[in-house]
């Protein structure tokens, strides 16, 4: 089994910045992929950015220039470091990975707890 822990979620002003991590434990050989989902309240969940190896990182247009998706292989860990926030970046951060486990031996997806990012004044 798999486990994906998000944090670093918080209020911040618009115009501010937050860091989100994800760290991935459990039985993992190998991660194809790792990337970023919010669901604002009312909204459907949709891909922020995307990490896969081998890949260039991918942004939602929404995002891109203000946020910065990076991977520590090392450490199982996934980043998300948003700069320039604004209040419709307000939603519940998810972390999605795709990861290949031992005993099982098999793919399988994995998303975490999700954590709340808040951007007002």
């Known amino acids: 089994q798999v486990q994906l822990v998000e944090s670093g979620g918080g209020l911040v002003q618009p115009g501010g910045s937050l860091r989100l991590s994800c760290v991935a434990s459990g039985t993992i050989s190998s991660i194809k992929a790792m990337d970023w989902y919010r669901q604002a309240p009312g909204k459907q969940r949709e891909l922020v950015a995307a990490t896969t190896t081998g890949s260039s990182p991918a942004y939602a247009a929404s995002v891109k220039g203000r946020f910065t998706i990076s991977r520590d292989n090392a450490k199982n860990t996934l980043y998300l470091q948003m700069n320039s926030l604004k209040p419709e970046d307000t939603a519940v951060y998810y972390c999605?990975?795709?990861?290949?486990?031992?005993?099982?031996?098999?793919?399988?997806?994995?998303w975490g707890q999700g954590t709340q990012v808040t951007v007002s004044s």
């Open positions: 999605n990975a795709l990861v290949y486990t031992v005993a099982p031996d098999n793919w399988g997806e994995y």
